[in-house]
């Protein structure tokens, strides 16, 4: 059986998710570290409300920042979800599910990122607040942020451990690409318990962007190996 190479040739899948992978890393350094890291002081409520109201575009902005993010990461396990079915479709579509539901709990979280603003704005209705409860309040909103982005990146651990598998298994994608999805998905799962995953950042984060990144170069410079790509394509059939 010939299968036909279009437009919706496997490469152009791969290639699409590798470009949306890499917006998802960059926004998320972009959001995270760049922005969230220069107004956000942990446990100083005052300090990161005074960043806040004096970098007020910037703090909008990161919203923007990390709403790009969400789209393009919905979009990415899409993706590859398609580029992983033929190895196995039950378990692609387990890991899109683990993902999606990630995506929908941090984009939630979100809210929580963004309404400081709010609490710290001139409304009329919030002087029945004095400035310390206000400043207190919003530190707490940003922390209910950083935890529902916590949960977020556990249902990412399996979604990720999950695709690494089948990326091992595939045959059309490199074995050494599965072998780091999963340990860095692994790594994620840490934070099915959040403060263990929080201590052991600084190395899961390190392992895991040495994962993406080789993952990223492959997608956009090799693709997958179109032949077997297919042949997985019949015998899924």
């Excluded at 059986?1 to 890393?25: C, E, F, H, W």
């Excluded at 004096?54 to 919203?63: E, I, P, S, W």
């Excluded at 939630?108 to 709010?118: D, E, G, T, V």
Aim: charged residues 10%; glycine residues 8%.
């Amino acid at each position: 059986m010939k299968i036909k190479n279009d437009k919706t040739s496997p490469q152009v899948y791969a290639r699409t998710a590798g470009l949306l992978y890499l917006i998802v890393i960059v926004a998320g350094i972009i959001g995270q570290m760049v922005i969230s890291g220069k107004i956000i002081v942990k446990d100083d409520a005052v300090t990161t409300a005074a960043n806040i109201l004096a970098h007020k575009d910037l703090f909008q902005f990161g919203l923007t920042v990390y709403l790009i993010e969400m789209a393009c990461q919905i979009a990415q396990a899409t993706l590859f979800y398609i580029l992983l079915k033929p190895a196995s479709r039950n378990i692609a579509l387990l890991a899109l599910i683990f993902s999606l539901i990630g995506c929908t709990i941090k984009t939630l979280s979100r809210l929580f990122y963004i309404a400081p603003s709010l609490v710290l704005g001139d409304s009329q209705y919030l002087s029945v607040f004095n400035a310390e409860q206000l400043q207190a309040l919003a530190l707490l909103l940003l922390n209910i942020n950083d935890l529902g982005t916590s949960i977020a990146v556990a249902f990412f651990g399996i979604s990720t451990t999950m695709n690494g598998y089948l990326i091992f298994q595939s045959t059309y994608l490199p074995r050494f690409l599965g072998i780091l999805s999963m340990i860095g998905g692994l790594g994620w799962l840490t934070f099915l318990y959040p403060p263990l995953g929080n201590q052991l950042f600084p190395y899961i984060i390190f392992i895991a962007l040495i994962g993406s990144v080789l993952s990223i170069l492959w997608l956009l410079i090799k693709g997958v190996n179109v032949e077997q790509w297919n042949r997985r394509i019949v015998e899924s059939v």
